[in-house]
Protein backbone atom coordinates (compact mmCIF):
# COMPACT_ATOMS: atom_id res chain seq x y z
CA UNK A 1 0.00 0.00 0.00
CA UNK A 2 1.02 3.52 -0.23
CA UNK A 3 -0.83 5.84 1.38
CA UNK A 4 -4.76 6.15 2.25
CA UNK A 5 -7.11 9.33 2.12
CA UNK A 6 -9.63 9.93 4.16
CA UNK A 7 -12.48 12.26 4.85
CA UNK A 8 -12.69 13.97 7.56
CA UNK A 9 -14.95 16.63 10.17
CA UNK A 10 -11.52 18.70 10.22
CA UNK A 11 -8.21 18.13 8.54
CA UNK A 12 -6.69 20.99 10.71
CA UNK A 13 -7.77 18.69 13.87
CA UNK A 14 -6.38 15.25 12.12
CA UNK A 15 -3.09 17.68 11.07
CA UNK A 16 -2.86 17.93 14.77
CA UNK A 17 -3.14 14.72 16.12
CA UNK A 18 -1.12 13.09 14.04
CA UNK A 19 1.87 15.64 14.40
CA UNK A 20 1.93 15.46 17.68
CA UNK A 21 0.62 11.92 18.98
CA UNK A 22 1.83 9.76 16.03
CA UNK A 23 4.77 12.09 15.08
CA UNK A 24 3.75 12.74 11.30
CA UNK A 25 5.08 15.35 9.13
CA UNK A 26 3.13 17.78 7.24
CA UNK A 27 3.95 18.01 3.25
CA UNK A 28 1.08 19.93 2.40
CA UNK A 29 -1.66 21.70 3.68
CA UNK A 30 -4.19 23.84 2.77
CA UNK A 31 -6.27 25.14 6.13
CA UNK A 32 -9.23 25.31 4.49
CA UNK A 33 -9.43 21.79 2.70
CA UNK A 34 -6.81 19.39 2.98
CA UNK A 35 -3.40 18.09 4.97
CA UNK A 36 -1.81 15.41 3.03
CA UNK A 37 1.09 13.65 5.76
CA UNK A 38 4.27 11.28 5.86
CA UNK A 39 4.99 8.63 8.69
CA UNK A 40 7.87 8.90 10.83
CA UNK A 41 11.07 7.39 8.87
CA UNK A 42 8.92 7.15 5.97
CA UNK A 43 10.35 7.51 2.21
CA UNK A 44 7.12 8.23 0.68
CA UNK A 45 5.99 11.54 -0.25
CA UNK A 46 2.94 11.09 1.96
CA UNK A 47 1.32 8.32 3.85
CA UNK A 48 -2.24 9.96 4.45
CA UNK A 49 -4.59 12.57 3.49
CA UNK A 50 -7.00 14.03 4.94
CA UNK A 51 -9.40 16.11 3.10
CA UNK A 52 -12.44 18.47 5.26
CA UNK A 53 -16.28 17.58 4.90
CA UNK A 54 -17.26 19.89 7.94
CA UNK A 55 -18.49 18.98 10.75
CA UNK A 56 -22.02 18.45 9.88
CA UNK A 57 -21.11 15.07 8.71
CA UNK A 58 -21.78 11.91 10.51
CA UNK A 59 -19.99 9.07 12.21
CA UNK A 60 -18.90 6.53 10.22
CA UNK A 61 -21.40 3.57 10.09
CA UNK A 62 -18.34 1.15 8.18
CA UNK A 63 -19.31 -2.23 9.71
CA UNK A 64 -22.33 -1.53 11.40
CA UNK A 65 -24.85 -0.61 8.66
CA UNK A 66 -22.16 0.17 5.68
CA UNK A 67 -20.00 -1.58 3.81
CA UNK A 68 -16.24 0.33 4.32
CA UNK A 69 -12.72 0.06 5.86
CA UNK A 70 -12.51 -1.29 9.40
CA UNK A 71 -8.77 0.47 10.30
CA UNK A 72 -4.91 1.20 8.96
CA UNK A 73 -1.94 0.07 10.46
CA UNK A 74 1.06 2.10 11.14
CA UNK A 75 4.04 -0.21 12.25
CA UNK A 76 6.23 1.23 14.17
CA UNK A 77 10.41 -0.22 14.02
CA UNK A 78 10.79 -1.37 17.53
CA UNK A 79 9.14 -2.68 20.43
CA UNK A 80 10.13 0.12 22.08
CA UNK A 81 8.34 2.76 19.89
CA UNK A 82 5.41 0.45 20.62
CA UNK A 83 5.83 0.88 24.39
CA UNK A 84 6.61 4.67 23.60
CA UNK A 85 3.37 4.93 21.11
CA UNK A 86 0.84 3.10 24.02
CA UNK A 87 2.05 5.98 26.74
CA UNK A 88 2.01 8.43 23.94
CA UNK A 89 -1.73 7.17 22.77
CA UNK A 90 -2.85 7.22 26.36
CA UNK A 91 -2.11 10.37 27.44
CA UNK A 92 -4.21 11.33 24.32
CA UNK A 93 -7.07 9.41 25.45
CA UNK A 94 -6.86 7.71 22.07
CA UNK A 95 -5.83 4.05 22.85
CA UNK A 96 -8.65 1.53 23.00
CA UNK A 97 -7.88 -1.59 23.01
CA UNK A 98 -4.25 -3.59 22.57
CA UNK A 99 -3.82 -7.32 21.21
CA UNK A 100 -0.89 -9.70 21.22
CA UNK A 101 -1.66 -11.08 17.57
CA UNK A 102 1.54 -14.08 18.23
CA UNK A 103 3.35 -12.16 14.56
CA UNK A 104 2.87 -9.07 15.42
CA UNK A 105 1.76 -6.92 18.28
CA UNK A 106 -0.78 -3.94 18.03
CA UNK A 107 -2.40 -1.24 19.81
CA UNK A 108 -6.31 -0.25 18.50
CA UNK A 109 -7.27 3.54 18.60
CA UNK A 110 -9.29 5.84 17.54
CA UNK A 111 -8.78 9.28 15.38
CA UNK A 112 -10.12 12.73 16.34
CA UNK A 113 -13.40 11.44 14.47
CA UNK A 114 -13.58 8.09 16.11
CA UNK A 115 -12.28 6.51 12.67
CA UNK A 116 -10.37 3.14 14.24
CA UNK A 117 -6.32 2.72 13.80
CA UNK A 118 -4.13 0.36 14.56
CA UNK A 119 -0.19 1.12 15.78
CA UNK A 120 1.68 -2.56 15.04
CA UNK A 121 5.30 -3.85 15.67
CA UNK A 122 5.97 -6.93 13.63
CA UNK A 123 7.69 -10.14 15.42
CA UNK A 124 10.58 -10.46 13.11
CA UNK A 125 9.28 -13.92 11.21
CA UNK A 126 11.91 -15.82 12.61
CA UNK A 127 10.18 -15.79 16.03
CA UNK A 128 6.75 -16.23 14.58
CA UNK A 129 7.20 -20.38 14.93
CA UNK A 130 3.88 -22.32 14.78
CA UNK A 131 1.49 -19.70 15.41
CA UNK A 132 2.64 -17.94 12.12
CA UNK A 133 -0.90 -19.10 10.33
CA UNK A 134 -3.02 -18.35 13.16
CA UNK A 135 -5.13 -16.15 14.09
CA UNK A 136 -4.39 -15.10 17.26
CA UNK A 137 -6.03 -12.38 19.66
CA UNK A 138 -4.50 -12.78 22.83
CA UNK A 139 -4.25 -9.67 25.44
CA UNK A 140 -0.78 -7.66 24.78
CA UNK A 141 1.56 -8.04 27.79
CA UNK A 142 4.13 -5.34 26.61
CA UNK A 143 6.25 -5.91 29.68
CA UNK A 144 6.66 -9.84 29.25
CA UNK A 145 6.84 -8.80 25.18
CA UNK A 146 9.87 -6.54 26.29
CA UNK A 147 11.64 -9.21 28.50
CA UNK A 148 10.97 -11.89 25.56
CA UNK A 149 12.87 -9.80 22.72
CA UNK A 150 15.14 -8.27 25.38
CA UNK A 151 17.97 -9.04 22.78
CA UNK A 152 16.16 -7.28 20.02
CA UNK A 153 15.60 -4.02 22.21
CA UNK A 154 17.49 -1.00 20.87
CA UNK A 155 17.36 -2.59 17.35
CA UNK A 156 16.28 -1.02 14.35
Request: aromatic share 10%.
Amino acid sequence: MNHAVLYVRDAQRHKAFYEEVLGFETVIDNPDAFVFMRAPASDNHHDIAFFTIGDGAGPSQAGQRTVGMYHLAWEVATLEELVEMQQRLEAAGALKGASDHAVNKSLYCMDPDGLEFEVMWLVPPEHWGAEENQAIVRPLDLVADQQRFAALMGDS
